[in-house]
């Protein structure tokens, strides 16, 4: 989920959490063959995790050094994004579980949370220099802050991103339910804390900052809160049947899809234009952001009832038909995972670049709280959906 940019992405970002919930879009193609087994891969990815925070964590920011430092460690951790992204899309189907690779996710989660809590130790640091840093230096110095946060928000719904595929493409979820859920749960609690690390540095900033048009955002951003009231009310209308689950969440599946391709399709010219130019921010742009995050929540808590309901129909359910609604339900909460971080990288990617937040910084706060607080009630939708789901999966054998 990027984080809120606010949040670093909730970005703060986009916000963005760790139940085993988010994943990266739907694949319908032929996946990469897997030459080095996934947990020697995950396990890479922990070592250079760790040296990343290490680098970090040996970081003391001075007058003479903070540009230097601060871009050293952007090109790090964009460096481990790319790890993790070759990581990602090497995943393929059949993938069996085992628990050095879920052991490797929890390390991953734990270094995401760390990492987050370097970030704002730096953005203090830098506080402590506005008066003796030179003007221009100093600028560069605050973007390069709010570029980090805002990657380290990115990070974090990566690695989520990765535990949500991985569960999905698992073929003994079953087995290892019970620490499937220990590391959904881990995942859940981290996530919040890296949240609050992330909205802290970015706050940092936007103390320190003085002083985009975002209009254009406007009308795509009102279709998406308009398309997305009408997403909620439509799985709002679903009421699940024993002999029907399959083609009613088949059907939500679709819909969400749909949703879900609006939503990556704006984050992508926005994604686009923060590495091209600067934003003013509009006051209607964070207002949309806000509905936004306020739908990912209600679509989430829709599926938790989903979930719940498939619990109680189970023992009446043909196991064909319940398989069906189980696999649908896991990745509706990738899906759904997946929208909520991309909303706030929305954010996090236009207030990085915005050069007016010092106009703007009360507004800009109070959307990043509220995204806080709506990152943070998705998750724990997602994650009762997905434990829920687990449990069924163990319990009827699938």
């Not at 991985?166 to 019970?178: E, F, P, R, S, Y």
């Not at 607080?373 to 687990?390: G, K, P």
């Amino acid at each position: 989920m990027s984080f809120p940019l606010f949040l670093r992405r909730g970005r703060p970002a986009a916000p963005w959490l760790f139940a085993l919930a988010i994943l990266a879009l739907p694949y319908h193609g032929a996946w990469p063959a897997r030459t080095v087994p996934l947990s020697t891969q995950l396990a890479d990815l922990v070592t250079q995790g760790r040296a990343l925070d290490t680098q970090l964590a040996s970081i003391t920011l001075t007058g003479d050094n903070h540009c230097t430092e601060l871009g050293s460690a952007n090109a790090a951790l964009a460096d481990y994004l790319a790890s993790i992204d070759t990581v990602y899309a090497g995943l393929g189907a059949p993938l069996t579980l085992d628990t050095a690779s879920l052991a490797s996710l929890d390390e991953l989660s734990n270094l995401a949370m760390s990492i987050g809590g370097r970030a704002m130790t730096l953005s203090l640091q830098l506080r402590t220099l506005s008066d003796s840093a030179g003007l221009v230096e100093y600028q560069a110095s605050l973007s390069a802050m709010l570029r980090l946060s805002d990657d380290i928000g990115s990070m974090a719904d990566r690695i989520l991103d990765m535990a949500n595929k991985i569960l999905v493409m698992a073929d003994n979820i079953g087995l290892m339910a019970d620490r499937i859920l220990v590391t959904q749960q881990l995942q859940n609690t981290n996530i919040a804390l890296t949240q609050a690390s992330i909205l802290a540095t970015q706050q940092n900033m936007i103390v320190l900052s003085d002083t985009l048009g975002t209009l254009a955002y406007n009308t795509p951003l009102g279709g998406l809160v308009s398309n997305g009231n009408a997403l909620v009310s439509q799985l709002g209308a679903v009421s699940l049947t024993a002999t029907g689950m399959d083609t009613q969440l088949a059907g939500v599946e679709a819909a969400v899809t749909t949703y879900l391709n609006g939503v990556v399709a704006l984050y992508t010219v926005v994604s686009r234009d923060s590495a091209l130019a600067s934003y003013y921010v509009n006051g209607d742009t964070l207002t949309m952001l806000g509905d936004l995050s306020g739908i990912q929540t209600a679509l989430a808590a829709a599926l938790a009832g989903y979930a719940n309901a498939i619990n109680q129909l189970a023992p009446l359910t043909a196991t064909p038909v319940l398989a069906d609604a189980t696999a649908s339900m896991l990745r509706l909460t990738q899906d759904i995972n997946v929208m909520s971080g991309r909303i706030v990288e929305m954010g996090d990617g236009i207030i990085v670049m915005a050069d007016n937040i010092g106009i703007m910084a009360g507004r800009i706060v109070d959307t990043q709280a509220l995204q806080q607080t709506n990152i943070d009630l998705t998750q724990d939708s997602l994650l009762t959906a997905q434990s829920v789901t687990v449990g069924v999966i163990a319990g009827a054998g699938l």
